[in-house]
């Protein structure tokens, strides 16, 4: 009799030596071929190697080689343990198959992940209570009854929670919002980085999240950036002086939004004339934007190049203040715009012929440009010779592939234009400022009166528009 006895455990020993040394190897090899091809079941597969088969070599190991009756607490225990590491990987299969390996636009893809986790907690009460009533032949009616009283008494200590719950539930039926959405809830705005159980976590401009319960979101006005389209329409009001014509200071606000990076063309930004206050009137710009992330740096873009178009069309954006004016005749701002074309002459190349402040006349004006705008479009005629007087520009040509290259940096002293300054023909470049840009800009009549004055300045021109050419012919550039 114990001859057999000890034959039995010897081969049960074995078995389950070979068998988890195998079955670990076979495994491991599976997985390192899923996870090279990136499939979810990879992660499945190593629940069971690293669980589940352990937890079966060692219930079997307690029954069949160690003899421990079925009764013991010790092999229940075991086998609850077994149990609990079957469903996990059973649920870790069952997220594989449906959610992680669904694809785009589909109902499985769209299961938001607060419905998956109570799904989840679903299915681990029901296997818990298999479990009990197979392994420890728990009395289930009574475990049942016994839930029903307790769940009274949790539900009204956790009565916010579990109304944050249900608010979550509601909202996931309705659907406002989804992750990655752009929100405002309550007086906060931010974007839509986890909707958990029983909160919602936004991470706003300054990089904080911020968590709001459902219960407090089904309470509030929701606003959503991202829906039912991601186009976002942004409005920002400025004021011009009474001075200034609206009509000038409408297409300024419309040019000046259309160039802005960022903003969208198409629908075209609207300019609305809102009303005639103390000290300004006011005008509304409507544009629209295609991600609302982007909201704050085409803000600022916008609002900074509006000071730059101001100062070229001669607009004046006034202070919020009283302004007592003293009128002295029309000297006064003779003089003004006389000291500040004086200054900006001791920037001009010694070549040229412009010495006095008397030659500041029609044809010849100051203008600013901010960083990125664009002085001269490539494909747009221009009739103007621009002098730097301050900062840095680049010049640039699109080729038919309408990619562009940069040609050349244009400094200080230097001047461009020249290659259309005649002709009338479009411009084969365009020229961009790199930085905060001052130029002096002279039209083809003020031009042609320096070259009466003094030629020698038109083969400084002709020089410098033969090099230039020469550059930009080495680049096809399109047509138009």
Known sequence: MLQPSANYLFIWAIALIVGLALSVIILGEVIYRLQHRRRPLA????????????????????QYVLQRPASDDIVKSVQTLFWICVLHAALSLLNAVIFEQAKADTWRARVPKLLIDLFRLFLVLLGTAIVLATVWNADLAGLVTALGVSSIVIGLALQDTLGSVMSGIALLFERPFS???????????????????????????????????????????????????????ERIRHGFSYNDPPNLAKHVLLT??????????????EIFTISYDDFAITYEVKFYISDYCDIESIRDRFMSRIWYAAQRNSLTIPFPIRTLYHFHGPTSQAQGTSKKFTESLQSLPSF???????????????????????????????????????????????????????????????????????????????????????????????????????????REISQI????????????????
């Open 43 to 62: 992660a499945t597969l190593q629940v069971v190697r690293n669980l589940v088969l352990p937890m079966l070599a060692f219930m079997l190991f307690i």
């Open 179 to 233: 992750v990655g959405d752009w929100l405002t809830v309550g007086g906060v705005t931010g974007q839509v980085i986890d909707i958990n159980w029983r909160a919602v976590r936004l991470q706003t401009f300054d990089r904080e999240m911020i968590i709001i319960p459902h219960k407090l979101i089904g309470n509030e006005i929701i606003r959503n950036f991202s829906r039912p389209i991601a186009i976002h329409a």
């Open 256 to 269: 000046t939004a259309l160039e802005t990076e960022g903003i969208l063309k198409d629908p075209e930004p």
């Open 352 to 458: 040229v012929p412009l010495q006095n402040p008397d030659s500041a006349a029609d044809g010849i004006d100051l203008q600013h440009y901010g960083a990125g705008e664009k002085v001269i479009w490539q494909g747009v005629s221009n009739n103007a010779l621009y002098i730097v007087i301050a900062g840095k520009a680049m010049m640039t040509v699109c080729d038919r592939d309408h990619l562009e290259h940069e040609l050349l940096t244009i400094k200080t002293g230097e001047f461009f234009g020249e290659m259309t300054l005649f002709s009338g023909e479009p411009s084969p470049i365009s020229v961009t400022a790199i930085a905060d840009l001052e130029v002096m800009m002279l039209s083809a009549s003020a031009v042609n009166q320096m070259i009466d004055r003094q030629p020698s300045f038109a």
């Open 465 to 480: 528009l033969e090099t230039r050419r020469r550059v930009v012919n080495t680049i096809p550039p399109i047509q138009g």
